[in-house]
């Protein structure tokens, strides 16, 4: 990135945003990383607008000294998704964070950008509502809707895709559109909304978001359920949800990711593969949605179902669950993660995740397996040293064969973590050039300089020369 054009725009924008405008090696450096294993690159400068107007302000100011525009949530992606790879001005979302309005009546709410999944859901506590898609890590909104993510819910409340209902989207140029409807449905033009969810921060700035909220249940039930074998507690998902039995959570934990949870989290689960559920509904149903589930477990090797229904214990074993990155972590002094996804059709999760164990025991690696097994979605966690070129080449080796073996069964190489940096050329084998290329069109149109998160997605799309 030029700096002299990184300059004038610091100057450009300095009156109006002050203390807002960060430009020190220090502040910058908070933005330089993620919870991604691709590396740290530091912006050339931040800023922190408070509204949709400043945003269009930032925007075009951006635009017109030829500077990149990189959207920043709260740094939690995990392909590289927010890294400023061009340099250029981050685009610091997270000041935008009041939730606009909750219509109980409609079942919605409007939030900015910056709001969290547990900010949101602590806001609708009164009104006995919630968010359901819960990705894990206490993501902001826009990053979410920019990643397509989902999580542990989306086997009965689906992902971001089916939960936004409407956005607003800052273009490359500093207009301002909206797109969709505060309705259920819509045959009305082009689904604009869903090209911008998942198009991470390439095609537009997401300000605001509509978003569909659900009845929080009368009745919760939540347990934990070691089983003899992988194959054995995979079945049982598969025969789960094949049976429709409305689970609402349905996670696999392997006995690597047990290991490293119990450590971490100080609990005492069986170090066995081992399905974390979550039942909602009325009290008889949920009992009912047990009783049929541990029928089916008890054919397949389950052990004893460890119930978790008051809020406390099931708030407990879910942070657990959703401490197992960090946990993964701690288990190798010095040690990075690598956190990798695919997600297949559920009848071929089986053979999937067998063959992922099979291969990293064959090269030798610490990597714990875990998923949202409910939709055919799961993790592997590569647990490396820094400076161990073996073990990363070998982790390269295994995150490839799962992408292959996933799009030979018709799958997909994210579920949720998006393209990013780390999967550009893995969007391609999934696609087809074609179609790739048409993505790009899209690009093109929208972003003709190319200023919008460069170098996701598409490798090469480096900013225009102006």
Known sequence: MAQEHVRAL??????????????????????????????????????????????????????????????WGAGTSLEGNAAAVAGGLCLDLSAMDRVLEVSADDLLCVVEPGVTREQLNAELRATGL????????????GGMIATRASGTNAVRY???????LALKVVLADG??????????KSSAGYDLTHLFAGSEGTLGIIVEATLRLHGLPEAVLA????????????????????????????????????????RYAQLDLPERPTLFIELHGSPAGVQEQLAMIQAIGAELG????????????????????????????????GAVTWVTDVCVPISRLAEAIAQAQSAIAEKGLLAPILGHVGDGNFHVFFVLHPDD??????????????????????????????????????????????????????????????????????????????
């Open 130 to 141: 919630f968010f359901p898609v819960d990705p894990g890590a206490d993501a902001t909104l």
């Open 158 to 164: 689906g992902t971001m895709r089916e939960n936004v």
């Open 175 to 184: 207009t301002l559109i909206r797109t969709g409807s505060r309705a259920r």
């Open 223 to 262: 347990g934990t359920w070691p089983f003899e074998t992988l194959d054995g507690a995979i079945q049982t998902v598969i025969a789960t949800i094949q049976s429709g039995i409305p689970v609402a959570r349905m996670e696999l934990l392997d006995p690597a990711a047990i290991r490293a949870c119990n």
């Open 302 to 333: 389950g052990g004893e179902l460890a119930r978790a229904a008051e809020t406390e214990a099931r708030a407990r074993l879910w942070k657990a669950r959703h401490q197992a990155l960090p946990a993964a972590r701690a288990m190798v002094p």
């Open 389 to 466: 070129e073996r073990a990363w080449a070998a982790a390269h080796e295994v995150n490839d064969a799962m992408i292959e073996h996933a799009l030979s069964v018709g799958g997909t190489c994210t579920g949720e973590h998006g393209i990013g940096i780390g999967k550009r050329e893995a969007l391609v084998r999934e696609h087809g050039s074609e179609a790739v290329l048409l993505m790009r069109r899209i690009k093109d149109e929208l972003d003709p300089n190319g200023l919008l998160n460069p170098m996701k997605l598409f490798g090469d799309s480096l900013p225009r020369a102006r």
């Open 10 to 71: 610091a100057a450009a924008l300095s009156d109006s945003f002050a203390d807002r405008l960060l430009t020190s090696p220090a502040a910058l450096a908070q933005y330089a990383g993620s919870e991604s294993h691709h590396g740290e690159r530091a912006p050339d400068l931040v800023v922190r607008p408070q509204s949709v107007e400043q945003v269009q302000q930032i925007v075009r100011a951006a635009a017109d000294h030829g500077v990149p525009v990189v959207p």
